[in-house]
């Protein structure tokens, strides 16, 4: 039986643009089409103003998604884009849109455990702050961070996405019913029990795996990561395929009183 075609939305992290998710698309199956999602401010939407609140961008993100929808669909998102990815999910379930078929949380600590992980980011921070930050989560070449012209690209951007990180306000509402996978680095700033406490937001199936490295583990190995969502998502997909069909086959009741 083959698997069918799933859409796979990919929100990047602060200071990215889509384009970290380009490459993915030669290295996945055919059933799987990915999406990386650009935000405001960045990349093609570079002339469009940069946005700190979470839940508007949000909002935003949830209308243009649900025109691009064609068929079952995943979100995935690494840093800020898994938080973004989660708020995306609740929005777009408030729009009457189909759930997810998966909720992949990457590199970052579930929304109730935010109070430590975003210490001291609701407040702007200076330049040298920003590069402090960039060097300590070791993504960053030092001849980048030397560079003036990039940094002046790059600074305003991450500034705003440490803000709206840092101003982020977790909303209680009805857990997601839908599997949740989280990957984490062994060396990374979210703790495993930051990780764990994604479980709470779903109420289908939930799976943490553990890869060496620290924050941009989804780069230094790439390879193993996306070895990872295939292999979730394909058992997914197929689950809900058949949930699907299931449900087509119930026989419908009788009307009466």
């Known amino acids: 039986m083959s698997t069918p075609r799933l859409q796979l939305f990919c929100l990047p992290y602060s200071g990215a643009s889509a384009m970290i998710y380009s490459r993915w698309r030669r290295k996945v199956p055919e059933w799987l089409d990915i999406h990386p999602v650009e935000l405001p401010g960045r990349g093609a939407r570079l002339g469009e103003p940069l946005q700190t609140d979470m839940s508007a ?13 064609d068929g079952p669909y995943a979100l995935f998102g690494h840093s800020l884009g898994a938080l973004l990815a989660f708020e995306l999910a609740h929005e777009l379930r408030e729009r009457g849109v189909a759930d997810p078929v998966a909720l992949i ?5 579930a929304p109730t455990r935010r109070e430590d992980y975003d210490r001291g980011f609701a407040d702007p921070k200076s330049d040298d702050e920003l590069k402090s930050e960039l060097r300590d989560l070791q993504g960053t070449p030092e001849e980048v961070l030397d560079n003036p012209e990039l940094m002046a690209l790059t600074l305003p951007i991450l500034r705003a996405d440490f803000l709206m990180c840092g101003l ?6 009805p857990e997601l019913e839908v599997p949740i996978h989280v990957l984490g680095g062994r060396d990374d700033k979210a703790t ?5 406490a994604w479980q709470l937001e779903g109420g289908s199936s939930f799976s943490l795996d553990m890869l060496a ?9 790439e390879s193993k990561v996306l070895r990872i969502i295939r292999a979730n998502l394909e058992v997914d997909l197929r689950r809900h395929k058949h949930h699907l069909s299931r449900r087509h086959s119930q026989p419908a009741l009788p009307i009466g009183i």
Do not use: D, K, M, P
């Open 57 to 69: 961008l949000a909002r935003q993100l949830a209308r243009e998604v649900a025109v691009s929808l």
């Open 168 to 173: 982020y306000q977790y909303r209680v509402r």
């Open 105 to 109: 949380a990457s590199g970052t600590s």
């Open 192 to 196: 495993q029990e930051q990780l764990l």
């Open 213 to 221: 490295g620290a924050h941009f583990f989804i780069h230094e190995h």
